[in-house]
């Protein structure tokens, strides 16, 4: 059992007394470096909070994807879909769904390492 | 004087058969993973170049990126694009010997203003000076395409031996490969790409790191386009595209050529001096080009925090942008899969 507040909450407090407290007080030529700090410690606690369900969206996806494209056989991740990707060995009725997929696994990654970019 | 100092007032006295050369000003400029900048300043007497010379002193850095040119290279190129009617730093000399800084380097000519977006994008200019800059950038982008292969002082530059789409698709795969995490966008974009690729033959300099943030702006004006280590002999399209790449607006997204203005002023200051329309939906491909280009070039970022090489949070987190890049890419793919071509005029 963890404590509270959890990790993402204090990764999250943390980085408000980063960005609210020592940024202004700090050198304007230790600013960028704040700002990354604190861009490493938002990705950090996204990932604690929303990884596990993104990760199991993606590969629910992926077997979804593969069985329509008659390929049900292999592993659900990523690294298939790169290699029947690359090695063109998807059938031509799949292209259209492809892309749905890939944006789909894209927006997850940006839920977590930039949402801002999504809006 | 310190003994870099030293050893280029020496440097420049024999160069210049000065009397004498008092060093001003020696400090180091920012930006450059791979190479040095210093900001040099001197007064000489007698000689060729008596008087005071605001100067930059670009030296070869300890780590290097493998793409890129040497710093020897790299001034014979600036010489070309001076030559050529750039506006560039004017390159003044090449020191290939290392007794004096410990590695080769070069000197050129200080350019006035800045290179840092925020000091003229999102209204920091008026919309009639980012309109005529918008326009300068494709006058000078086409008087640096004027340049064709071959070049004897150029011919450290190797030609692709396939049309240039198809080499840059090439190295791309051939990088994505080496890349040990999955990439399924990168690998349907370069499928894509393949399957789009323009067959043109033509090549021309190329800068190929053409940017908002490689160019300096002083008052409101182009003062010197920089950063010439990416140079080849390309598709003159594959600088337009870099330029206008989704990833090089700086948060003005709406401002396709580099976050400063519209393609139509940018096309407009190229056709008048290539006298060729500009095919925007070549562009567009070359575009795409880019941001792959760019994601693989943030992995390769990425990769040297994660081997151990250089740790570093600003690496480490460029690898977390290639969402970002792949976002763009399945966005822009799809906008010109449904747009016919001949739609896609700006």
Redo the contacts between chains.
């Keep these: 059992m963890i404590n509270q507040p959890d990790g993402a909450a204090l990764l999250e407090e943390a980085r408000r007394t980063l960005m609210e407290r020592l940024l202004p007080a700090l050198p304007p030529e230790e600013a960028y470096a704040a700002r990354m700090i604190a861009r490493a410690m938002g990705i950090a606690a996204r990932e604690l909070q929303q990884r596990d369900a993104l990760d199991t969206d993606a590969t629910g996806a992926i077997a979804a994807f593969l069985a329509e494209a008659g390929l049900s056989g292999l592993p659900a991740d990523e690294s298939t879909l790169g290699r029947l990707i690359r090695e063109q060995r998807l059938p031509a009725s799949s292209q259209k769904a492809l892309p749905d997929l890939l944006m789909r696994l894209t927006r997850h990654k940006l839920a977590l390492s930039n949402p801002r970019y999504l809006s | 004087m310190t003994a870099p100092e030293q050893a280029l007032a020496g440097y420049l006295r024999r160069q210049c058969g000065a009397q004498s050369a008092e060093v001003l000003e020696f400090s180091r400029l920012t930006g450059g993973a791979i190479q040095d900048n210093h900001a040099l300043t001197v007064r000489m007497t007698g000689g060729s170049h008596p008087g005071e010379h605001r100067l930059v002193v670009r030296s070869d850095a300890p780590s290097r990126i493998a793409s890129s040119l040497g710093r020897v290279q790299e001034f014979h190129i600036l010489e070309a694009a001076h030559a050529a009617g750039l506006t560039v730093p004017q390159p003044l000399w090449l020191c290939e010997d290392t007794s004096v800084l410990g590695r080769h380097f070069f000197i050129m000519r200080r350019a006035p203003g800045t290179s840092a977006p925020r000091a003229f994008l999102r209204g920091a200019l008026g919309a009639e000076q980012a309109r005529s800059l918008t326009r300068r950038l494709g006058e000078e982008l086409a008087r640096l395409h004027r340049v064709h292969p071959p070049r004897p002082e150029l011919e450290f530059l190797t030609r692709p031996d396939a049309p240039p789409a198809f080499h840059r698709i090439r190295v791309c795969q051939e990088a994505l490969r080496r890349i040990a995490d999955?990439?399924?966008?990168l690998?349907?974009a370069l499928?894509w790409l393949a399957g789009h690729a323009p067959v043109s033959h033509d090549l021309a300099l190329c800068h190929c790191d053409f940017r908002t943030g490689n160019y300096m702006v002083h008052e409101g004006r182009l003062s010197a386009v920089l950063d010439w280590e990416f140079a080849a002999w390309s598709d003159p399209y594959e600088d337009l595209g870099w330029l206008c790449c989704r990833s090089w607006r700086f948060g003005a997204p709406e401002r396709e050529v580099g976050g400063l203005g519209d393609k139509l002023d940018l096309f407009a200051g190229y056709e008048s001096v290539s006298g060729r329309p500009v095919d925007a939906r070549r562009v567009e491909y070359w575009e795409v080009v880019g941001l792959v280009r760019w994601a693989i070039i943030a992995l390769q970022q990425a990769g040297r925090h994660l081997s151990g090489e250089e740790p570093s949070?600003?690496l480490?987190?460029t690898g977390?942008?290639v969402?970002?890049m792949?976002?763009d890419l399945?966005n822009q793919?799809?906008r010109l899969e449904s747009t016919p071509p001949e739609a896609s005029l700006p």
Excluded at chain 2, 182 to 185: G, L, R, S
């Design positions: 999955p990439h399924p966008v690998e349907w499928d949070l600003e480490a987190l977390r942008m969402p970002e792949e976002f399945i793919i799809g």
